[in-house]
């Protein structure tokens, strides 16, 4: 692990040398230019209020009229109709470094207004979130994979696939090129949409996951969490991680990760009922460099689910067959017989455990982290809780059913109000069914299980936004990509349907609202195919992960077979050569 450590290390100072002198500049450079242009043609006013790139949680221009609200009229910053709903702090912190805007339709010229001084002092910060967010994606995909070698290949053939692939051996830098030079992540950054501020909470929240770290990552999730109410799913997830992040690198480091008595166990029960019958005593010996070998390539997570799965029980010895007649001491007495007992393979019970100091400073670094805010948001609202009903609420409630790219707003519109309640819980409940079935089936992969709720979310979310969308589907694509890369199908299928989807509903809406050539039955349609399309993408992400878990299970079976037989065969070829020299002798 130490070489591949320092190799990997190798790479990747290159790949931050190119991540500091190209990738950096050049999206800031792309973010400057576009902001011009967009100023010079008196475009950003339009794209500022596009659906598709923000919300009123998101929304900079609202931002602004909560600050006005306080700074202007003395009142809430809730207290509008374009007002914004982010929580508390976020708007007190905007309210101390912004001044009140003047009239929105300002005389200024479009260059007059990008050369004024908040304007240059609002893109480069947005710009800087960017350049951070790119940092702790490449740091996250260096560290992880490195820590982790066994995440990138399963099987040997994959392994040498996975070294001479050029997008894997140099992950961090494509993961973040992907998300600096991104379309979206280009035009949400120039009209300051904040979903960048709860996009670079997150990936922080990852990469101190990742490291083990369970304070920084327990504050991380509260804050997350605090900024947009929807990363609370990631709990589980994240103790997974941090679990992993701490003891998953060094079998031998933690008494659960043992394996001396899950390799011993297999060298006995991976032996089909024939042989074991002919000869049982010897199973052992002809099982141990297999099974050695076995265990220094696989890590402790797969290596017991490889072992359990491939369990085979091993038949008695001919003429030990159990008689009804028998009591139940013999038949366990008979038992012993074929299988060799635990003292004699020197096995060691280690209970299986967590580290529950571990989880337990998670989730109080989470909990304290999240009151703490909760009571800066009450003393900041006078006293009052009502600031929980006008920024979650407006999640929670739906009061806006403007169009976007959620499945919520056309339902709603059409639905009796006393059925409203009931729907709501309906619709909000329903992406927490999948968080304990997942994180027990890919209690394996935390990484890949955090990016899929993460993506699910945002798929399933009141007001999805495309920066979310996006962010959501690099983490889930991106950051696990060595998993994804040979298990993968119909990938063409699901971008030109990603594509398709995102062009048409564009175009719907327009002839819908603007030019009066279609309707809202188009337009949903659209936003159907659209959350259609990436709930595909979430089945096969799962399924890839899944036939990579199987094609390793089998894989692993079926190697430690082959050498047994190749052993096997030496041996009696030994012995046949010994017999006819022994023959020539006596002659």
């Known amino acids: 692990m130490a070489a591949e450590l ?10 931050l040398a190119w991540l500091w002198f190209v990738l950096l500049p050049l999206g800031v450079v792309l973010r400057v230019l576009l902001s011009y242009v967009l100023h010079v043609r008196d475009w950003h006013s339009s794209l500022a209020v596009r659906a598709e790139l923000t919300n009123a949680l998101e929304s900079f221009i609202a931002v602004s009229e909560s600050v006005a609200n306080v700074q202007v ?72 994979y490195a820590r982790f070698p066994s995440q990138t290949a399963a099987l040997p053939w994959q392994h040498a696939l ?28 120039v009209i300051f949409n904040l979903s960048h501020v709860t996009h670079m909470v997150l990936a922080a929240m ?52 043992t394996l001396d008595k899950h390799i011993r166990h297999s060298e006995c029960r991976f032996i089909d009922e024939a042989e074991a019958a002919s000869d049982p005593a010897t199973s052992v010996d002809e099982f141990s460099d297999a099974a050695l070998a076995l265990q220094q390539h696989q890590s402790g997570f797969t290596l017991k689910r490889v072992l359990k799965v491939a369990y085979q029980p091993i038949g008695l010895p001919e003429g030990a067959e159990l008689d009804g007649e028998q009591t139940e001491e013999q038949k366990q007495q008979a038992q012993k017989v074929a299988l060799p007992s635990d003292a004699a393979l020197g096995v060691r019970e280690y209970p299986w455990r967590w580290d529950v100091p571990l989880l337990a400073t998670a989730v109080l670094s989470f909990v304290c982290t999240l009151a703490l805010l909760a009571y800066l948001s009450f003393e900041l609202s006078g006293g009052s809780w009502s600031w929980l009903s006008s920024s979650y609420g407006y999640n929670v409630y739906l009061p806006s059913l403007s169009p976007t790219y959620s499945l919520f707003w056309y339902f709603f519109t ?49 007001y999805p936004t495309l920066p979310g969308l996006v962010f959501g589907a690099l983490c889930l694509a991106g950051l696990n990509l060595p998993l994804l890369l040979l298990g993968v199908r119909r990938i063409y299928l699901l971008v030109y349907l990603n594509l398709v989807s995102v062009l048409t509903q564009a175009l719907m809406r327009f002839l819908w609202l603007h030019s009066g050539g279609g309707n809202a039955n188009f337009n949903y349609f659209q936003h159907v ?37 190749a052993a096997r065969a030496e041996l009696s070829g030994k012995d046949a050569q010994n017999a006819v020299q022994e023959s020539k002798k006596d002659a």
């Open 162 to 189: 996975a070294r001479s692939n050029r997008v894997i051996r140099h992950l961090g830098l494509w993961v973040a090129g992907a998300y600096l030079l991104n379309p979206v992540t280009l035009a949400s950054c």
């Open 206 to 257: 990852l990469l101190a996951g990742a490291r083990g770290r369970p304070v920084a990552a327990g504050a991380l999730l509260a804050v997350a969490v605090y900024l947009d109410m929807y990363p609370f799913i990631a709990l589980l997830p994240l103790l997974l991680l941090l679990h992993k992040g701490r003891h998953g690198a060094q079998p031998d480091a933690f008494p659960q990760y």
């Open 6 to 15: 320092s190799r990997v290390r190798a790479v990747s100072q290159k790949d």
């Open 414 to 462: 059409a639905l009796f109000d006393r059925f409203v309640a009931f729907f709501l819980v309906i619709f909000h409940m329903h992406t927490l069914v999948y968080v304990i079935p997942l994180c027990v089936r890919l209690r394996d992969e935390p990484l890949f299980l955090c990016a899929l709720l993460h993506h699910l979310t945002c798929v399933f979310r009141a």
């Open 73 to 144: 009229a003395g009142v809430s910053p809730y207290a509008g109709l374009s007002c914004s709903h982010a929580p508390p702090l976020l708007l007190a912190v905007f309210t101390s470094l912004l001044e009140a805007p003047s009239n929105a339709a300002t005389a200024l010229r479009g260059e007059a207004l990008f050369f004024s001084p908040p304007h240059l002092v609002q893109l480069a910060a947005w710009c800087v979130l960017d350049c951070l967010i790119a940092l702790l994606l490449f740091e996250l995909c260096r560290d992880f």
């Open 529 to 565: 195919l659209f959350v259609f399309t990436h709930l595909i993408a979430v089945m096969e992400a799962v399924g890839a992960v899944r036939r990579r878990h199987a094609a390793t299970m089998e894989g692993q079976v079926q190697e430690t077979i082959a050498r047994r037989r």
